[in-house]
Structure formats: structure tokens, C-alpha cells
């Protein structure tokens, strides 16, 4: 939960280092896929993978990890993004409900209104005023997130290794280049980013994209999703407790107050069946 609560504050450093948010999104991405290679051997999944894997790669691999990025980007406080975040999880049930046609219970149905709710109390803290921009990008990523966790359900036969070197070359290509476009000389903006961004962007694939999430479903070989995922649900106050380390946020009254909301909802979001 650590490494996850961490990616948020060190992404901003990188970015803080005037590394592009979309670039470095793709660099993430494409030292995933490298690590992978010798676990995947380029192998193919069966026909009926296809559609699924490529989703979920779109999903995590593209739109995920570019809205996070963008979000930070474009806000000057990081703990709101990190607890808009939480929102993959009702984000997940909803998209659940509409593609896989799964019922909502009246408990889930009261825990999604209220860790919306939660949201919107955060949205009216003053300190919010010129971070709009980056909430919303925090809530495409929540968005895409979720639908990725509902993609991924179809893919519980396949090699992690598998799925995990599919999210990078898809998030490689895809966002390097749509970084050429939008950012502008890649070979240029490669050659300005220094050592120590290089080590940040190297501790979110390798420490976050790769060991975290391996870690995790090393877990599951031993132990239930629903009891594991409502640990997943505290990571934010790892990140949040880094923010205030790192770089000095001072939640507000209104943030603890939606915060605590948020993430109580999410938690027994987790633990209704």
C-alpha cells in the first residue's frame, strides 16, 4: 500500500523537473514492457483474450496512467488527486453493472452516492480553486481504472507477465505518440531529462507498475480479493501522509472531513458481497 500511495508524490517530481506528463507516462510504460520481455517470450494468447487484453491495455496502460499524470500536472496540490483516485472502485461496480449486467445492491448503491458525495465536499475547499483542471483529469483516471479492473476480470487465465507486457508496449507506442504531437521533439525532450528523473520514473514502473501490483496477486493465491482489495482501499493515506513529507500539504478541515468519507465508502464498498 505504501508503493501505491507513493507513485502519486514521486510522479510529481518528475514532473516538477519539467518532464512532459504524457512522455513520461510512455517511459513508463515502455521500461515495464522491457522487464517483462524475458517472463513473456513474446508469446500469444488464445483468440478469445484478444478483445479483453487489448481493453484493459488501452484502458491501464494508455488512459490510466496519462489522466494520472495530466491531473498532477495541472494541480498545485496533490493529496485531492490522490484521494479522487478512490473512485476507480464505485467507478468499477457502475461499468460492472452496465457491461457485465450485475446488480447493485441498495447498501452499494448508498456507498457509491456517498463516496461521490465525499468528493463533492472536497470540491468546495478553497484551496481547490485553480485545480479544477486536475480533479477532473483525476476523475478520467478513477474512470478508467475501474473499467480496466472490469476488463481484467476475463483475463484471470492468462500469464501476469502476459497481461502486465501487453499494458507496456500498448502504453509505449500509443502515448509516444501522441507525445510527438501534442509535446513536441521527443528525441529533444529525452535527452533534457536528468538522472534523478530518471530514477522516478524507474521507481514507478519497477517499484509500482511491477513488484506492487505483483505483489498483490501473489496475495491471492493465499487469501480472497475481498480480503485483500479493502486494504487497497487505505492506500491514499500512505500517499496523503508522503504529500505532507515531501512536500509540506496541510490538509484542510473540509479535505479530512470528505477524505474520511471517501474513504469509508470505498472500504465497505470492498466488503459488501
Request: with cysteine; aromatic share 16%; proline share 5%.
Amino acid at each position: 500500500m505504501i508503493a501505491h500511495g507513493s507513485a502519486f508524490p514521486v510522479a510529481k517530481l518528475a514532473l516538477n523537473n519539467s518532464v512532459p506528463p504524457i512522455l513520461m507516462a510512455s517511459l513508463r510504460m515502455g521500461l515495464v514492457f522491457l522487464l517483462l520481455i524475458p517472463f513473456w517470450k513474446f508469446r500469444l494468447p488464445n483468440k478469445k483474450f484478444f478483445k479483453p487484453l487489448i481493453l484493459f491495455s488501452l484502458s491501464m496502460g494508455v488512459l490510466v496512467y496519462v489522466f494520472m499524470n495530466l491531473s498532477l500536472f495541472h494541480s498545485s496540490i496533490i493529496a485531492p488527486i490522490i484521494l479522487g483516485s478512490q473512485l476507480a472502485i464505485p467507478f468499477g461496480i457502475l461499468a460492472s453493472a452496465f457491461l457485465l449486467n450485475e446488480n447493485i445492491s441498495k447498501n452499494k448503491w448508498i456507498l457509491i452516492f456517498t463516496s461521490f458525495f465525499g468528493i463533492v465536499i472536497i470540491f468546495f475547499d478553497p484551496k481547490l480553486t485553480e485545480n479544477y483542471l486536475g480533479l477532473f483529469f483525476a476523475s478520467l483516471m478513477a474512470l478508467f481504472f475501474g473499467l480496466a479492473q472490469v476488463y481484467s476480470r476475463q483475463l484471470k487465465d492468462l500469464p501476469i507477465s502476459m497481461i502486465n507486457a501487453s499494458t507496456g508496449i500498448f502504453g509505449f507506442i500509443i502515448l509516444i505518440i501522441i507525445s510527438v504531437f501534442i509535446e513536441g521533439n521527443i528525441q529533444e525532450n529525452i535527452v533534457q531529462i536528468n538522472l534523478e528523473s530518471w530514477i522516478l520514473i524507474s521507481y514507478q514502473a519497477v517499484i509500482v507498475s511491477l513488484c506492487a501490483h505483483l505483489l498483490m496477486f501473489y496475495l491471492y493465491k493465499f487469501y480472497t480479493v475481498g480480503k485483500i482489495f479493502p486494504f487497497y482501499s487505505l492506500f491514499p493515506i500512505f500517499g496523503i501522509i508522503l504529500t505532507y513529507l515531501v512536500f509540506g500539504e496541510v490538509p484542510t478541515i473540509l479535505f479530512i472531513l470528505g477524505g474520511i468519507i471517501v474513504i469509508s465508502s470505498v472500504f465497505f464498498l470492498h466488503k459488501i458481497k
